[in-house]
């Protein structure tokens, strides 16, 4: 699989790519309602409050949903491979891909966290089937 | 709506030339807007309002110095393929609070000429989404819809033969519309679809809309000379969900349920009072959503509607009479000829695949990532 694009990242998101180069999943969750949140924002998404800290996450999710991408967005991705909406055990939902073959994949599957490195250190939380 | 309040009125309506045209967007704008001005016996010396967007960064302004007006009301909001119902709403509150007297709603693309839509949709790098979504490679905005469908074959029975008589209706349509990309081709089978390339599974190149060039637009106003071409702005209702794909909680239920509910609460009706729906089919499974959404089948009961045949010419559930964008045409943002495809079938011009005495319609777009939903009624003012 490869990984072209490499994100740009600032001052709200720079403590979840930090997490990354240690294999860390970290998210949001609100100081004031406890609700966690992805991606991260200046405020909570769900109470508007603006005092939030990261925690790292289980990396324990199911599959939301998900599909076999069949041809490249752009230069550099190489299809087919399968993205998902991946529901996480702490509530929020991420994008990410499941690094197994079509066959294996179905809604409401139970899967884990694994990392992929990008190029310049950050990597990218993949997922693969429990068990798998 | 409140009867202190001015009636609005659509008192013309018309295409540009559509499917691979060589023309500029605004060369193809002109047409549109000159041709809906006709239609309504006006010109564009008495337009004060515009709204309009896809031409350049000030597309309203672009629009109205290429048509040589001052106009007195402009709007172009951005908000994908919805935005053209999003516009009835802004032109009625303008027209009723005196603001301007006459607006055009407007579209035009050369997208298939100018080759100008990619796979992978437009990244802009500063956005959550680039940071968050595009480093998966997900297809833009095709993914999304692929997993909304993925879902929606897990829940629902029959849910891929479903997706496939969308196809099936919608090009049945196109064949009565000369209009149609698709005129003078044939009826298409589920193998068609089904066996067609895969894009993002579990959508094929079939379950996709067209890409053509094309656009159209529509003239409002509150003084109506010809009752009996004029069609009433009942009801109207919008909601904006999401631009991540993560942000919806539930993929099966979508911003429709909110846009509808308050556009049939405006107009006082309810589904079964609609005689022709016109919803934006960007892909098949975004017509099983939408219908489910606006309350014309229950979650996961679109798909035995359309099995039932009831959507096809002839059918009790006359849906996407033009062909839709599946087979018709679809210009990137198809909101604007959904519209004009209502107004005409409300005024009885639509020659073979006219719906018998149609008094009410339904236009629903939808844009982005089932991002924006608007939801606008329609009803012969005579």
Not at chain 2, 135 to 157: D, K, N
Not at chain 2, 250 to 273: C, N, W, Y
Request: aromatic content about 8%; proline content about 5%; charged content about 20%.
């Amino acid at each position: 699989m490869t990984f072209p694009y490499l994100p740009i990242e600032d001052s709200i998101s720079a403590p979840y790519w930090e997490g990354t180069r240690a294999e860390e999943l970290r998210l949001q969750k609100c100081v004031a309602c406890s609700k966690f949140q992805h991606y991260p924002r200046a405020l909570c998404s769900h109470c508007g409050h603006t005092n939030l800290e990261w925690q790292k996450v289980s990396g324990q999710g199911i599959i939301d949903s998900w599909t076999e991408v069949m041809r490249a967005p752009q230069e550099g991705f190489e299809a087919p491979y399968i993205i998902a909406r991946v529901r996480l055990a702490e509530g929020p939902i991420m994008l990410s891909r499941i690094d197994v073959s079509s066959s294996e994949v179905s809604c409401d599957q139970p899967v884990v966290l694994k990392w992929q490195h990008l190029s310049d250190g950050r990597a990218l939380p993949l997922f693969v089937p429990v068990g798998g | 709506m409140q009867g202190v309040l001015p009636e609005v009125f659509i008192v013309g309506a018309a295409e540009c030339d559509l499917g691979v045209t060589n023309k500029s967007i605004l060369e193809l704008q002109g047409q549109a807007v000159t041709r809906a001005l006709a239609d309504a016996g006006l010109s564009t010396r008495d337009v004060d309002g515009i709204a309009t967007n896809g031409i350049s960064r000030f597309s309203a302004t672009q629009l109205a110095d290429y048509l040589g007006i001052v106009p007195s009301f402009t709007d172009s909001s951005f908000a994908g393929g919805s935005s053209f119902e999003i516009y009835v709403a802004r032109a009625v509150e303008a027209l009723r609070s005196g603001q301007c007297t006459t607006v055009v709603i407007s579209f035009a693309s050369n997208q298939r000429s100018a080759k100008s839509r990619s796979l992978g949709g437009v990244i802009e790098h500063h956005t959550p989404e680039a940071q968050f979504e595009t480093p998966f490679g997900p297809l833009f905005p095709l993914s999304y819809y692929a997993m909304a469908a993925q879902r929606y074959l897990h829940e629902v029975p029959h849910g891929r033969a479903a997706l496939s008589e969308v196809a099936i209706s919608a090009r049945e349509w196109a064949l009565l519309n000369p209009a149609a990309f698709r005129y003078g081709t044939k009826s298409l089978t589920p193998a068609d679809i089904e066996r067609a390339d895969l894009i993002s599974s579990p959508l094929t190149n079939a379950d996709c809309c067209l890409v053509t060039d094309g656009g159209g637009a529509i003239v409002l106003t509150t003084k109506v000379v010809d009752k009996k071409r004029a069609v009433k702005v009942i009801g109207y209702g919008e909601a904006t969900t999401n631009t991540s794909m993560t942000s919806v909680d539930d993929l099966m239920v979508t911003g429709a349920v909110e846009s509808g509910k308050r556009a049939f609460a405006m107009a006082g009706i309810t589904p079964q009072d609609i005689d022709v729906v016109e919803v934006y089919d960007s892909f098949t499974i975004t017509v099983l959503l939408t219908l489910e959404a606006l309350g014309f089948a229950p979650r996961g009961g679109a798909a035995e509607l359309m099995l039932s045949g009831k959507t096809r010419p002839g059918g009790s559930f006359p849906l996407n009479t033009s062909g839709g964008g599946l087979s018709y045409c679809h210009p990137g943002q198809y909101g604007i000829l959904l519209l004009i495809e209502a107004v005409r079938q409300l005024r009885g011009e639509c020659g073979e695949r006219q719906v018998p005495h149609a008094k009410r319609a339904l236009a629903h777009g939808t844009g982005g990532i089932f991002s924006t939903h608007a939801t606008v009624i329609l009803e012969k003012a005579s």
